[in-house]
């Protein structure tokens, strides 16, 4: 099977990252505001978020580059290895503090979610962990992401691997409700073997 020749680019090629918001004075929790608001402890290390216990705060309160969108990419940089994911539009609007970084594609190279793909890698991981600054609290660099060389096959190719992935994915949840079934399932046989004794 023959693959199209893939390319190599740096990320600040292709994406603009930002940072997240400074709260100067402490962040309020406004129960009214129009912003969903993503701190380091609302984000686990699957990137998975719990939106039931954001904060909310004013639009007015947040430099609008803090804002992120459907196809951003969100960066818990001072986590080793770093944390990437993303959220959608629809249970938003949402902004990020600044321990976060804001990864802005140019969709004329890359989709978003292949890019996602590839940052949370092996291979990434481990050049993350190899380039990470600090020491009592480790952080991803800004300039460490930008200076990164990314593969971008087609676009075509990109959705390939995307939809491989999510299959993956598919079929690993799939084993883990089984494999929670069966445990339930023994457990029951179990208790009611002893009931019987």
Do not use: C
Request: net charge positive; proline share 5%.
């Amino acid at each position: 099977m023959k693959y199209s020749s893939t390319s190599f680019k740096k990320m600040a090629d292709f994406t603009d990252i930002k940072q997240g918001h400074l709260f100067r004075k402490g962040i309020r929790n406004l129960p009214h505001g129009e912003i969903y608001l993503i701190q380091p402890s609302d984000i686990d290390q699957n990137g998975i978020i719990d939106p039931s216990n954001l904060h909310r705060v004013k639009k007015t309160e947040i430099k609008e580059t803090a804002l992120i969108d459907q196809n951003d990419i969100v960066v818990k940089s001072k986590s080793s290895p770093p944390v990437f994911f993303k959220v959608k539009d629809s249970e938003g609007p949402f902004a990020v503090t600044d321990q976060f970084l804001i990864i802005n594609i140019n969709k004329k190279y890359i989709i978003s979610d292949f890019l996602l793909w590839y940052l949370r890698s092996r291979n990434s991981i481990i050049y993350f962990q190899a380039r990470m600054d600090g020491t009592s609290v480790p952080f991803l660099k800004k300039e460490t992401l930008k200076n990164m060389e990314i593969p971008i096959p087609s676009i075509n190719n990109q959705e390939r691997i995307v939809m491989m992935n999510k299959l993956i994915d598919e079929e690993k949840m799939l084993v883990e409700e089984i494999t929670d079934h069966k445990k339930k399932m023994i457990e029951q046989l179990s208790m009611n073997i002893i009931q019987g004794e």
